[in-house]
Each structure stands twice: as structure tokens, then as C-alpha cells.
């Protein structure tokens, strides 16, 4: 197992091991709790021996992660209770082109930093993204059905031809995020920030739109029966 759940601070790591701390050990995560909804250790090997942390937890801007390497280490949890796979809150991939090799439905990615990655075709339904960083993804085409995207970071992202159907994007920022062709069928979009956003040839389908901020929303063509 790479990954488990602790009960706070575990002290310092053993040599080798990653150590990383959710949430504790998240800068993107600026409320604290003494009971965050979840909170994991990260055991798997460093990089390298003398690195502090795994490839997924790694600084991105400093190190190379190529996709082989992160499918290859994308093992899934042996906790068979669980509806969650593998547990990558926090991880850092940003930059990094992972599309479809490495798999990320079922995923927990809470705080995870996304920003500028290639997730083009890729399958990240059921996956847990609230508060993640995905600024300026390329998702076109990614299935995103029943992720859980509250709060999460998808200004400018690339999200055409996307299925986001059943998603919660309760309070999400997708300022200038490109959704056009994308289907959003059922989603919850309360309080979404929509302001510029291309919504052409959308569906939303009973999709909840409260309180979401639509200005400037292009929704040329855009299917709204249902909608709220």
C-alpha cells in the first residue's frame, strides 16, 4: 500500500519514504480543521534515495515525470472498502502530459495542482478534484462523470467535448474555460463562475445553474430544457 489514512502529523518520514501529509502539507489548502473530511500519509519511495518526496508529490517545475513512469507507479489502493482507487490529494502534476496512460478515474486529487497539464481524452469520472488547480488544462474530450470538482481551480481550461455529467461544480472557477460541445447534463453548478465562458453547443440538461455567474457566457446553441 502507498498510501493510508493517519491521524495527523506523523513526525518525521523514514528514509526513503515520501511523507507527504494530506492536508497538512498542502499550501494550495488554506483552511485548517482538526477534522478535515479526509486526510492520508503518503508511503511511497522517493524519487530517489536522497529526494524528499515521490513523483507525485515532487515539485513539478524542478523535476522530470514522464508519463511512463507516473502510469507505472499509479498502482490502485488495496483497500477494497473503498470506492476511491488511489489516493494522489495534494500531488503535484502540473505541466505534466498524462492523457490517457495514466489512470485517474477513481482518484482522489483534492488540492492537487493540475495547472497547464495535458488530460486530453483522459477518464477521471468518480474523481475527487475539490480545491485542485487545473488553470489552463487541456481536458477536450475527458470524462469527467461524477467528479467531485467543488472549489477547484479550471480558469481557461480546455474542457470542449468534455462529459460532465452528474459532476458537482459547486463554487468552481471556470472563468474563460472553453465548454463548448461539452455535456453537462445533471451537473450542479451552484455559485460556478461562468464569467467568459464559451458554452457553445453545450448541454445542460437539468443541470442546477443557481446562483452562477454568467457574464459574458457564450451559450450559442447551448441545450438548457430543464435547467435551473
Known amino acids: 500500500m502507498h498510501a493510508a489514512a493517519c491521524g495527523g502529523y506523523m513526525g518525521e518520514s523514514p528514509t526513503g519514504v515520501c511523507g507527504y501529509e494530506w492536508p497538512w502539507d498542502c499550501d494550495r489548502v488554506t483552511i485548517r480543521t482538526n477534522k478535515p473530511i479526509h486526510q492520508s500519509c503518503c508511503f511511497r519511495p522517493t524519487m530517489t534515495p ?4 515521490c513523483i507525485f508529490h515532487a515539485d513539478a517545475t524542478e523535476t522530470a515525470k514522464p508519463v511512463a513512469a507516473l502510469a507505472d507507479a499509479c498502482e490502485p489502493s488495496d483497500d477494497e472498502a473503498s470506492h476511491i482507487n488511489r489516493l494522489l490529494d495534494g500531488a503535484n502534476l502540473a505541466g505534466c ?31 475527487e478534484l475539490g480545491s485542485a488547480t487545473l488553470a489552463g488544462a487541456d481536458l477536450r474530450g475527458a470524462v469527467l462523470h461524477n467528479a467531485g470538482l467543488s472549489e477547484a481551480d479550471l480558469s ?38 461562468l464569467t467568459d ?29 430543464a435547467s435551473q
Open 50 to 53: 536522497e529526494a524528499d518526496r
Open 97 to 127: 502530459a498524462l492523457g490517457r496512460t495514466v489512470p485517474l478515474a477513481d482518484t482522489a486529487l483534492s488540492g492537487a495542482d493540475l495547472s497547464n497539464a495535458d488530460l486530453s481524452g483522459a477518464d477521471l469520472t468518480n474523481a
Open 156 to 193: 481557461g481550461a480546455d474542457l470542449s467535448g468534455a462529459n460532465l455529467t452528474d459532476s458537482l461544480l459547486w463554487k468552481t472557477d471556470l472563468t474563460g474555460a472553453d465548454l463548448s460541445g461539452a455535456d453537462l447534463t445533471d451537473a450542479f453548478l451552484w455559485g460556478a463562475d
Open 197 to 225: 465562458a464559451d458554452l457553445t453547443d453545450a448541454v445542460l440538461v437539468d443541470a442546477s445553474v443557481e446562483d452562477a455567474d454568467l457574464t459574458r457566457t457564450n451559450l450559442n446553441q447551448a441545450t438548457l430544457w
